[in-house]
Each structure stands twice: as C-alpha cells, then as structure tokens.
C-alpha cells in the first residue's frame, strides 16, 4: 500500500492564482482531512470529510474549497491564491471513529 | 473553545535522563487525546493515545482531567527520541493540535 500520497510536493503560485492540492489513500479509510502548518502555531484543520460526499469545515477554512467524490481522493482547492496561504500542507486519513490518523508527505506551497 | 498549549517549543535532555512533555488542553466534553511524533525527514505519526493506556518507545502519557494535563513522559530518554512532538485533541470529527516541542537528546 502506498498510503496517502499528495502532489505535487513543492508549488510556488502567483497571488491570484488558483491549484489544486491533490491527496489520495488506498487504506479505504472513512475520514479524510486538510491541515497547514505554520512556523508557532503547529498544525490547523481547514476541511475534513467522514465519507464520500460529505465534507464540513476545520478551525481555518477560509479561502480553500474541498469535495469528495471518492473514498481515495480529497482534493483541496485555493480559489485565488494569496502570501497569507503560503505554508506546509498535510493530508491524512483514518478509518471510521478516527482513533489513529495517518499523514501524507506534506506540500510545501510559496505564494509570492 | 478548544485548544491545546504545549508551552516548550525546545527541549533537551541528555541520553539517559528522563524527559517530559508537556501538553495541557481546554475542552468542555469528555476529551480524547493523542501524541503524534515526526522524526527528521519522515511524515508525523501517531505515538500513543490516552484510551488505550499504552506505553510506545519507553514513553508513557496519563490524562488527568483535574488538571486537564496529558504530559508525556520517559524515565531514560534515547538519542533516537529527538524530534518533533505533537499533542492532540479529538473533539467530535476535529483535530485540535498543540504548537509541538522539539526535544533534542544529547549524547
């Protein structure tokens, strides 16, 4: 198994622009969720999601769209980029009842 | 509000002397905690969990909610302990995670 796997791994974009995060799983786990991390303030939720069309909310949410057509896949989207989005980004996943999360590699995003 | 402080953002120790960390947390409901490690160059990783009172590497961590503390703890730390620590609250389908500690073990 592959685990989860995010691409790409690193991204530089021009304020404005918009991408997409990509995030999968092969574990066929249930819940799926966004995170960034930022120099002293560890990591915060942006979207999660419990099962295939079904997505909610995290702490920052703002400025970042998510859907989830499948069990494997959790795109995050940034609808016009800005310097503020500039930071680390992880993907994980964990079965039903989430007792344990498993972490992708992480992408490291730059808006300039 | 939910939140977790972890107030050592750096930690050492020398091998062989115990290590703590501490994590303290807010959260009105019954919480559920965790500590996720990321080792230098590996993704972060679940370490332990209050609900299966488990000890992972030598570490140990005990929730006590009068002081609302889920500190982890080793009596002998190793020089492969030195990495990032996370702590973690599960409140509903939300993670709440704590700021880390960078605990370094000195030869």
């Known amino acids: 198994n592959a685990g989860v796997t995010q691409t790409p791994k690193f991204q530089v974009l021009k304020t404005g622009q918009s991408m997409t995060l990509q995030c999968a799983q092969d574990?066929?786990?249930?819940?799926m969720s966004w995170y960034r991390q930022d120099p002293g303030m560890g990591l915060r939720l942006i979207h999660y999601?419990?099962?295939?069309?079904?997505?909610d909310q995290g702490e920052v949410p703002n400025g970042y769209n998510v859907s989830r057509s499948t069990t494997e896949d959790f795109p995050l989207r940034l609808l016009s980029a800005a310097p503020s989005q500039t930071s680390v980004y992880f993907c994980?996943?964990?079965?039903?009842?989430?007792?344990?999360?498993?972490f992708g590699p992480g992408t490291r995003l730059t808006v300039t | 509000a939910q939140r977790v402080t972890q107030p050592e953002k750096l930690l050492s120790v020398f091998k062989g002397a115990p290590v703590e960390l501490k994590c303290n947390y807010s959260y009105s409901g019954s919480p559920e905690l965790f500590w996720y490690v990321q080792y230098s160059r590996q993704r972060l990783q679940l370490l332990l969990r209050h609900i299966s009172r488990e000890s992972i590497k030598g570490f140990t961590a005990d929730l006590n909610k009068g002081e609302t503390s889920f500190h982890l703890k080793k009596p002998f730390a190793q020089e492969e302990d030195s990495a990032m620590y996370y702590c973690a609250l599960k409140a509903g389908n939300q993670f709440y995670f704590g700021t880390g500690t960078s605990l370094t073990v000195i030869p």
């Open positions: 999601s419990v099962g295939a069309g079904i997505t």
């Open positions: 994980a996943s964990g079965r039903q009842g989430v007792r344990e999360q498993y």
């Open positions: 574990m066929n786990h249930e819940y």
